[in-house]
């Protein structure tokens, strides 16, 4: 377990951003800083980047502008917006610094086997922070099997009086191996299968949004047979066999890998929840098991649907969650915004529609910076205890 | 479509079965509970209070209840006025799942899935506790079946020794007392084997096991089908001779003797051990008395040197109650300050001078006189008095040692440490705390160990050498070349010097064959880098080998006998009476 530790409170507040697209990861890395710091000493510096940067000279610009304090986190992606732009092989970063902030970092290491229990680590960082206004910022290896656990674990130390959010980090839809990043000014760490835990500290009002647009189609299906992420059967029928006829393709449509994933992608499972739905991605099917893989625990005895999101009601979602994270500040005006997009939902929307939802995100935000990443899963706890989503795109707002 | 909260039932049902522990079950439904109704809090409270909690602390959810058990709202510290609800679950009375929301209190459908849920967890507690109390049965029936089976297996080994197949010593008596009963001519006959320890700590326990085997092997083709061996203990054997007188005994016994005398190949070598045996007979004594009996002139043939044959006679009760005595008188003579040191000198060969003296411990009891050291040590070792006696020596040998050293500034002082010592955790530091009270320099000091210490466990011994050496002080094995000697592990010991045996030179003109092995040791001792000491120099003819093979020091009578520590400072003097020898 290693920690970091921020608090300023000497100079006027800010939040900023930079975005940088070219190849060289010193050159983008000190692109993307330069701008989001602007000659400012932020309190924390989040780096979002697609995994080829993921690199130490990435950060040496960054550490050259960073304070002693300053804490720097961050993982790679599948996707970054930042700077009023959306990339996909680019880095972000997004910062801020200013009175009133305190920033504190737990890293639970080798996750892996023990996720409820990393997640309780990450969320020791919480310990002794007595800011008037709290969250539990979580970015973790999207990797690491049943992420719901990483979440419950950090429930458990954080408590409902603490709102918790975050997303887990990518490797650009590759599923392969993700990185994330923990430093500061003297050194930064690239590091697997770890659980970041980023305790935010603010006397101004912090407000968490979340939305996914979709709505359920046809009849609703049992989950009669899963293990972990696999389900295994719908009403007693093999779960492969069912998706494949409600969707009407044959067993061809597995023969490209790639292609079926774009298909299940437009068409996720939803958990039936009381504020809505909770959606599941499928990303993948097994045909010796007959089995629909998906990233997150579909529990035995679920009731679940297929899903449809139209094209508008995702884009709707976009600004529909930016304002939710404004709104919930309560009237005080918003400083910036960090964002958690789902995957997923790039690839629903294709590179022309990210483009439309970023305008979705700037438009409702009106001039409010904000800047953040595409995940392998979105956190997000601010009422009731449930707090793993995916398919949806999460907001945080700082007063 | 149903209400949102029917499709929770079957996956909540689900979830909270599987656990197979109480505390498991509630924690998920709990957990799930709190997950699918979106409350911030959930708990399960039973006889009154809150059993767990979800969401809060339960010490902070017990202060915001208030001690009631079915508020309608309830205030938390940062999540304000929360709604609660609550559902009973059998059994027992007052079990409650409790959830509490902020915004909207439960709807009526909500507060249905919650009873269901709190009837779910009841059902999954009411099978985990049924299917407890038969796997509590099941594991009890296994139990009581394993021990019946432990119990039989430990009745067989109490009869019969499991390494040998021999009888026991319970075997042995009753099969003596059926002798006795015939009232026949019995003889029994004590064995115990010389050396056996040696071999065991040199070569190992395994190695051991593996010679006792092949000991009784050959205790057994000795005897006729009539006879009976047994093993009594450790390395111990008795023979039950049928129809026999104790004296018509003896030559058995030392058939005995010579066969175990003949080597026996064990762990790739031939290893050599001995046997004492004492021999009693009957009829006219209680089995155990006559065991006994050959038990104590067993002791006697030990005391009389190895490979030697005894028969019982009464005053031998006499001798082994006195070294119990032995043992009282030795545990108070420490107490009352009856040790004294005496001191002999090592010389340097080629110079003739002295370079350090050897501290050597002397009892003398008021009523016993003097007692030596070859009686009483290997009775402190086996009581464990030795660590304590040893302390005193090391710390009364290094302040006189200090005390010289302000007339002759070269003296070294030579200490004997036992095994139990060097493996006591507190040696390194009581070394360490007597090297700084006498301001001794660490150089001064060489701790001497024999080779069976250090060779029955050398990767402890090196463990232990290495503090020893941390400190700057020299380590000597003493009686180099009487045990077995790993040159492997020679190499790897932190030690600086090597004290050949007396043994090697007992004659008063050395041979060739002698003065061969001395050589190959010396060498030895240089290719290692390592001072050599002879001991036991009786004779100027041996003083003056010794010194033409290369041995650095000398110790003997005929250098210097010891000498109370009054008079070693005269003695070293160039006029001093033993001077003139060396």
Same mark, same amino acid.
């Given at each position: 377990?290693?920690?970091?530790?921020?608090?300023?409170?000497?100079?006027?507040?800010?939040?900023?951003?930079?975005?940088?697209?070219?190849?060289?990861?010193?050159?983008?890395?000190?692109?993307?800083?330069?701008?989001?710091?602007?000659?400012?000493?932020?309190?924390?510096?989040?780096?979002?980047?697609?995994?080829?940067?993921?690199?130490?000279?990435?950060?040496?610009?960054?550490?050259?502008?960073?304070?002693?304090?300053?804490?720097?986190?961050?993982?790679?992606?599948?996707?970054?917006?930042?700077?009023?732009?959306?990339?996909?092989?680019?880095?972000?970063?997004?910062?801020?610094?200013? =009175?009133? /902030?305190?920033? #504190?970092?737990? @890293?639970?290491? !080798? &996750?892996?086997?023990?996720?409820?229990?990393?997640?309780?680590? *990450?969320?020791?960082?919480?310990?002794?922070?007595?800011?008037?206004?709290?969250?539990?910022?979580?970015?973790?290896?999207?990797?690491?099997?049943?992420?719901?656990?990483?979440?419950?674990?950090?429930?458990?130390?954080?408590?409902?009086?603490?709102?918790?959010?975050?997303?887990?980090?990518?490797?650009?839809?590759?599923?392969?191996?993700?990185?994330?990043?923990?430093?500061?000014?003297?050194?930064?760490?690239?590091?697997?299968?770890?659980?970041?835990?980023?305790?935010?500290?603010?006397?101004?009002?912090?407000?968490?949004?979340?939305?996914?647009?979709?709505?359920?189609?046809?009849?609703?299906?049992?989950?009669?047979?899963?293990?972990?992420?696999?389900?295994?059967?719908?009403?007693?029928?093999?779960?492969? =066999?069912? /998706?494949?006829? #409600?969707?009407? @393709?044959?067993? !061809? &449509?597995?023969?490209?890998?790639?292609?079926?994933?774009?298909? *299940?992608?437009?068409?996720?499972?939803?958990?039936?929840?009381?504020?809505?739905?909770?959606?599941?991605?499928?990303?993948?099917?097994?045909?010796?098991?007959?089995?629909?893989?998906?990233?997150?625990?579909?529990?035995?005895?679920?009731?679940?649907?297929?899903?449809?999101?139209?094209?508008?009601?995702?884009?709707?979602?976009?600004?529909?969650?930016?304002?939710?994270?404004?709104?919930?500040?309560?009237?005080?005006?918003?400083?910036?915004?960090?964002?958690?997009?789902?995957?997923?939902?790039?690839?629903?929307?294709?590179?022309?529609?990210?483009?439309?939802?970023?305008?979705?995100?700037?438009?409702?935000?009106?001039?409010?910076?904000?800047?953040?990443?595409?995940?392998?899963?979105?956190?997000?706890?601010?009422?009731?205890?449930?707090?793993?989503?995916?398919?949806?795109?999460?907001?945080?707002?700082?007063? | 479509?149903?209400?949102?909260?029917?499709?929770?039932?079957?996956?909540?049902?689900?979830?909270?079965?599987?656990?197979?522990?109480?505390?498991?079950?509630?924690?998920?439904?709990?957990?799930?509970?709190?997950?699918?109704?979106?409350?911030?809090?959930?708990?399960?409270?039973?006889?009154?209070?809150?059993?767990?909690?979800?969401?809060?602390?339960?010490?902070?959810?017990?202060?915001?209840?208030?001690?009631?058990?079915?508020?309608?709202?309830?205030?938390?510290?940062?999540?304000?006025?929360?709604?609660?609800?609550?559902?009973?679950?059998?059994?027992?009375?007052?079990?409650?799942?409790?959830?509490?929301?902020?915004?909207?209190?439960?709807?009526?459908?909500?507060?249905?899935?919650?009873?269901?849920?709190?009837?779910?967890?009841?059902?999954?507690?009411?099978?985990?506790?049924?299917?407890?109390?038969?796997?509590?049965?099941?594991?009890?029936?296994?139990?009581?079946?394993?021990?019946?089976?432990?119990?039989?297996?430990?009745?067989?080994?109490?009869?019969?020794?499991?390494?040998?197949?021999?009888?026991?010593?319970?075997?042995?008596?009753?099969?003596?007392?059926?002798?006795?009963?015939?009232?026949?001519?019995?003889?029994?006959?004590?064995?115990?084997?010389?050396?056996?320890?040696?071999?065991?700590?040199?070569?190992?326990?395994?190695?051991?096991?593996?010679?006792?085997?092949?000991?009784?092997?050959?205790?057994?083709?000795?005897?006729?089908?009539?006879?009976?061996?047994?093993?009594?203990?450790?390395?111990?054997?008795?023979?039950?001779?049928?129809?026999?007188?104790?004296?018509?005994?003896?030559?058995?016994?030392?058939?005995?003797?010579?066969?175990?005398?003949?080597?026996?190949?064990?762990?790739?070598?031939?290893?050599?051990?001995?046997?004492?045996?004492?021999?009693?007979?009957?009829?006219?004594?209680?089995?155990?008395?006559?065991?006994?009996?050959?038990?104590?002139?067993?002791?006697?043939?030990?005391?009389?040197?190895?490979?030697?044959?005894?028969?019982?006679?009464?005053?031998?009760?006499?001798?082994?109650?006195?070294?119990?005595?032995?043992?009282?008188?030795?545990?108070?003579?420490?107490?009352?300050?009856?040790?004294?040191?005496?001191?002999?000198?090592?010389?340097?060969?080629?110079?003739?001078?002295?370079?350090?003296?050897?501290?050597?411990?002397?009892?003398?009891?008021?009523?016993?006189?003097?007692?030596?050291?070859?009686?009483?040590?290997?009775?402190?070792?086996?009581?464990?008095?030795?660590?304590?006696?040893?302390?005193?020596?090391?710390?009364?040998?290094?302040?006189?040692?200090?005390?010289?050293?302000?007339?002759?500034?070269?003296?070294?002082?030579?200490?004997?440490?036992?095994?139990?010592?060097?493996?006591?955790?507190?040696?390194?530091?009581?070394?360490?705390?007597?090297?700084?009270?006498?301001?001794?320099?660490?150089?001064?000091?060489?701790?001497?160990?024999?080779?069976?210490?250090?060779?029955?466990?050398?990767?402890?011994?090196?463990?232990?050498?290495?503090?020893?050496?941390?400190?700057?002080?020299?380590?000597?094995?003493?009686?180099?070349?009487?045990?077995?000697?790993?040159?492997?592990?020679?190499?790897?010991?932190?030690?600086?010097?090597?004290?050949?045996?007396?043994?090697?030179?007992?004659?008063?003109?050395?041979?060739?064959?002698?003065?061969?092995?001395?050589?190959?040791?010396?060498?030895?001792?240089?290719?290692?880098?390592?001072?050599?000491?002879?001991?036991?120099?009786?004779?100027?003819?041996?003083?003056?080998?010794?010194?033409?093979?290369?041995?650095?020091?000398?110790?003997?009578?005929?250098?210097?006998?010891?000498?109370?520590?009054?008079?070693?400072?005269?003695?070293?003097?160039?006029?001093?009476?033993?001077?003139?020898?060396?």
């Amino acid at each position: 377990m290693s920690t970091g530790m921020s608090h300023v409170s000497s100079s006027e507040r800010w939040f900023g951003t930079g975005h940088s697209t070219l190849t060289d990861p010193a050159a983008a890395g000190a692109e993307a800083a330069t701008a989001a710091l602007a000659g400012r000493v932020p309190a924390i510096a989040f780096v979002f980047c697609s995994v080829g940067y993921h690199v130490p000279e990435l950060f040496g610009a960054l550490r050259e502008q960073a304070g002693a304090d300053t804490v720097i986190v961050g993982c790679t992606t599948s996707g970054q917006l930042g700077g009023g732009r959306v990339s996909r092989d680019s880095v972000v970063v997004t910062a801020w610094g200013g =009175d009133g /902030f305190t920033v #504190r970092t737990t @890293v639970a290491r !080798s &996750a892996p086997g023990r996720l409820r229990e990393a997640g309780a680590e *990450a969320a020791s960082s919480l310990a002794g922070l007595a800011d008037e206004h709290r969250a539990l910022l979580l970015i973790g290896d999207g990797l690491t099997g049943t992420t719901h656990e990483i979440v419950r674990g950090a429930f458990s130390v954080a408590g409902a009086a603490v709102p918790l959010i975050g997303g887990w980090s990518g490797d650009d839809l590759r599923y392969v191996r993700t990185y994330q990043f923990h430093g500061g000014r003297d050194g930064v760490e690239i590091l697997s299968g770890a659980v970041i835990g980023i305790a935010l500290g603010s006397d101004r009002p912090l407000g968490v949004g979340m939305a996914h647009g979709w709505h359920k189609t046809g009849d609703a299906l049992v989950v009669t047979s899963s293990r972990d992420g696999h389900v295994l059967e719908f009403d007693g029928e093999p779960a492969l =066999d069912v /998706f494949l006829r #409600r969707l009407g @393709v044959d067993e !061809s &449509a597995l023969d490209d890998p790639a292609g079926f994933r774009e298909l *299940a992608f437009h068409h996720p499972l939803g958990l039936s929840r009381r504020s809505g739905d909770d959606i599941r991605v499928i990303h993948d099917g097994d045909r010796v098991e007959r089995s629909l893989i998906c990233l997150a625990d579909v529990p035995l005895g679920a009731l679940a649907w297929l899903m449809a999101g139209d094209h508008e009601s995702l884009l709707d979602s976009a600004g529909e969650a930016a304002g939710q994270a404004v709104e919930a500040l309560g009237g005080a005006p918003a400083l910036g915004v960090l964002v958690f997009d789902c995957a997923a939902r790039w690839l629903k929307l294709g590179a022309a529609g990210v483009q439309e939802e970023n305008v979705e995100i700037g438009k409702r935000l009106d001039g409010v910076p904000y800047g953040g990443f595409y995940t392998n899963g979105e956190i997000a706890r601010f009422r009731g205890a449930l707090g793993m989503h995916h398919f949806t795109l999460v907001t945080l707002a700082l007063g | 479509m149903n209400h949102w909260s029917t499709h929770q039932l079957t996956e909540f049902f689900a979830a909270v079965c599987a656990p197979q522990e109480e505390h498991a079950a509630i924690m998920v439904a709990v957990e799930r509970a709190a997950e699918v109704l979106e409350t911030e809090i959930g708990a399960v409270l039973r006889d009154g209070r809150v059993e767990v909690a979800w969401g809060a602390g339960r010490e902070q959810l017990e202060t915001a209840l208030g001690g009631e058990q079915r508020p309608a709202a309830m205030t938390v510290p940062g999540l304000g006025e929360l709604h609660v609800s609550t559902a009973r679950f059998n059994p027992g009375p007052g079990g409650a799942l409790l959830v509490a929301r902020a915004g909207d209190p439960l709807d009526p459908e909500e507060r249905q899935l919650l009873q269901a849920m709190a009837q779910t967890l009841g059902l999954a507690l009411t099978n985990i506790s049924l299917l407890s109390a038969e796997r509590s049965a099941r594991e009890a029936r296994e139990r009581e079946a394993a021990e019946r089976l432990t119990l039989l297996d430990s009745l067989r080994e109490a009869r019969h020794d499991s390494l040998t197949g021999l009888p026991t010593r319970v075997l042995f008596l009753e099969m003596l007392a059926e002798r006795l009963a015939h009232h026949t001519p019995t003889s029994v006959l004590f064995i115990d084997l010389d050396r056996f320890k040696a071999v065991n700590d040199s070569l190992g326990h395994r190695a051991g096991d593996e010679l006792l085997g092949l000991v009784a092997g050959r205790v057994r083709g000795c005897l006729r089908p009539t006879d009976t061996a047994a093993r009594i203990g450790g390395d111990e054997f008795a023979v039950l001779l049928n129809d026999c007188e104790a004296e018509q005994a003896i030559p058995v016994a030392q058939r005995l003797i010579d066969a175990i005398k003949r080597s026996f190949p064990v762990a790739g070598q031939e290893v050599f051990i001995g046997a004492s045996i004492g021999i009693a007979a009957g009829p006219g004594a209680a089995p155990g008395e006559i065991l006994g009996n050959a038990d104590v002139a067993m002791y006697r043939a030990k005391t009389e040197g190895p490979g030697k044959v005894v028969l019982f006679e009464a005053q031998m009760h006499a001798e082994a109650l006195a070294r119990l005595t032995l043992n009282g008188d030795l545990q108070r003579a420490l107490a009352l300050g009856e040790f004294r040191l005496q001191y002999q000198p090592l010389f340097g060969l080629g110079s003739g001078e002295p370079v350090g003296v050897e501290a050597l411990v002397r009892w003398q009891n008021p009523e016993r006189g003097y007692v030596s050291p070859a009686d009483f040590v290997p009775m402190a070792e086996e009581t464990g008095l030795i660590s304590d006696l040893g302390r005193w020596v090391l710390n009364t040998a290094g302040r006189q040692a200090a005390a010289w050293r302000r007339t002759r500034p070269d003296l070294g002082i030579n200490v004997n440490v036992s095994g139990r010592q060097l493996t006591d955790p507190q040696f390194a530091s009581d070394v360490e705390r007597m090297l700084t009270d006498t301001k001794l320099p660490p150089h001064a000091v060489t701790l001497e160990l024999t080779e069976s210490v250090l060779m029955s466990d050398p990767k402890t011994a090196i463990g232990c050498l290495r503090d020893l050496q941390d400190l700057g002080v020299d380590v000597s094995i003493d009686d180099f070349g009487t045990g077995y000697s790993s040159l492997s592990y020679l190499q790897r010991l932190p030690v600086d010097e090597l004290k050949i045996d007396r043994a090697f030179i007992s004659r008063q003109t050395p041979t060739t064959a002698d003065l061969a092995v001395i050589r190959t040791i010396v060498e030895l001792a240089r290719t290692l880098r390592l001072r050599t000491v002879i001991e036991g120099i009786e004779t100027e003819a041996q003083r003056n080998a010794m010194r033409l093979l290369g041995c650095d020091l000398g110790q003997g009578y005929h250098l210097c006998r010891p000498v109370h520590p009054e008079d070693l400072l005269p003695t070293l003097s160039p006029a001093g009476p033993d001077r003139e020898a060396a």
